[in-house]
């Protein structure tokens, strides 16, 4: 069975679909009718490692007449860089893109995060289509229109807001998943309930094996409800003026620690966000704000599914200090005026953004972990 929910943007408004078997028959997915679709140039840029994938989808719009180019990338952080963008942007020229071509992005968040600065930046701006292929790109970064690279001073410095003209999240790619990536996009999941959905946490608690072990009726509904959280934000607050911060629950800390691990394959981005919860739970716990109980419970069930809970976790250890840790945090993007952006919480489901936070407290935190 294929669900399906929009992102409600006005003219920009655009539909996920979640299902299994949906890249069979990926044109009935896309917002285009044939005959239209047969007048572009369709672009496939791809994870490497998805090319199965990729060979089905071009089967498909190849029988309906559909004239399709691909280009492979390999996978990971140091993929969504300047020299990755320009490595797609040339692709892209060489091969004659134009305004009415269709960029469509095949595998998890760094594909998806690059293809989508690329399309926001060709020719001003074709269309693009997120094809997430990882637990954590269909649950998290596919949704919502955050496009952009990573740079030496930090994670997303460069990017736009560009949303995709549809989401098609076939959870049958989900079983060639490495066991570590699933995990990793777990963690994402993990994070809706502990921002606004008690009841969704206390599902996972009881289900989460479920979805690791892709046991369909766990699996469509965990990556549904999450999918239907995130687009209730951005339907709210595209741009992030206010409360799609929240999503950044766990990242503050979590993309410092992706930093100072150089991108090395040491951290991947949902490992980073599990261990980055749990101290947003810790120095909330220690300022007061929520039940000292809360953080043992939220550790707990993250590492019950195999996640990385701790900076100690990461192998090996970090060479950074706390104070270098506290200047990664401050070149985030989420700073602002010379105050960093924390979402802390009052307790599982009741997150909230502030600047209102010690750089004591955050140190001796982070002291603590090293």
């Known amino acids: 069975m294929t669900q399906t929910l929009s992102v409600d943007l006005g003219d920009r408004s655009y539909d996920i679909h979640i299902g299994k078997g949906l890249i069979d028959t990926i044109e009935e997915y896309l917002p285009y009718s044939l005959d239209d679709l ?58 004659g893109v134009n305004r ?10 760094v594909i998806g995060d690059l293809g989508g600065f690329a399309a926001a930046s ?20 596919s949704v ?54 008690l009841a969704f946490f206390e599902w996972l608690e009881q289900n989460g094996e479920k979805v690791l072990s892709l046991e369909q009726d766990a699996l469509s509904y965990a990556v549904y409800t999450s999918c239907a959280a995130k687009a209730r934000v951005v339907n709210a607050d595209e741009h992030e003026k206010g409360m799609r911060a929240l999503l ?13 691990a150089h991108y ?34 939220v550790e707990a069930h993250l590492k019950a599914c195999g996640l990385k809970t701790q900076i100690a976790d990461i192998q090996p250890h970090l060479s950074q200090t706390s104070e270098d840790l506290w200047d990664n945090m401050t070149r985030d993007k989420k700073a602002s005026g010379g105050k960093i952006g924390f979402i802390l919480t009052r307790g599982i489901g009741q997150a909230f953004q502030t600047t209102d936070v010690e750089q004591d407290a955050v140190l001796s935190l982070i002291k603590e972990r090293l």
């Open 144 to 197: 919502g229109g955050k496009t952009g690279i990573n740079t030496a001073q930090g994670k997303n410095l460069v990017g736009a807001f560009y949303q995709p003209k549809a989401v098609i999240c076939d959870l049958g790619t989900l079983g060639t998943l490495p066991d570590r990536e699933l995990k990793a996009g777990y963690a994402e999941i993990v994070k809706y309930g502990l921002i606004n959905d």
């Open 38 to 95: 047969k007048t572009r140039s369709v672009f496939i840029l791809y994870d490497k490692n998805v090319y199965p994938y990729v060979q089905v989808m071009e089967g498909a719009l190849g029988q309906k007449g559909v004239d399709t180019k691909i280009f492979a990338m390999k996978g990971g952080e140091p993929t969504k860089s300047y020299d990755g963008y320009f490595k797609v942007m040339d692709w892209l020229l060489e091969n």
């Open 264 to 297: 090395d394959g040491r951290l991947l981005h949902g490992e980073a966000v599990s261990i980055g919860m749990v101290m947003a739970f810790d120095l909330s716990s220690k300022m007061g704000l929520c039940p000292q109980e809360h953080p043992a419970r």
């Open 122 to 141: 060709v020719m001003r701006g074709i269309d693009f289509v997120q094809v997430p292929t990882t637990l954590l790109a269909q649950v998290d970064s």
């Open 248 to 260: 950044n629950l766990g990242h503050t800390f979590g993309h410092a620690l992706e930093v100072a």
């Open 100 to 109: 009415k071509s269709i960029l469509m992005a095949v595998g998890g968040g």
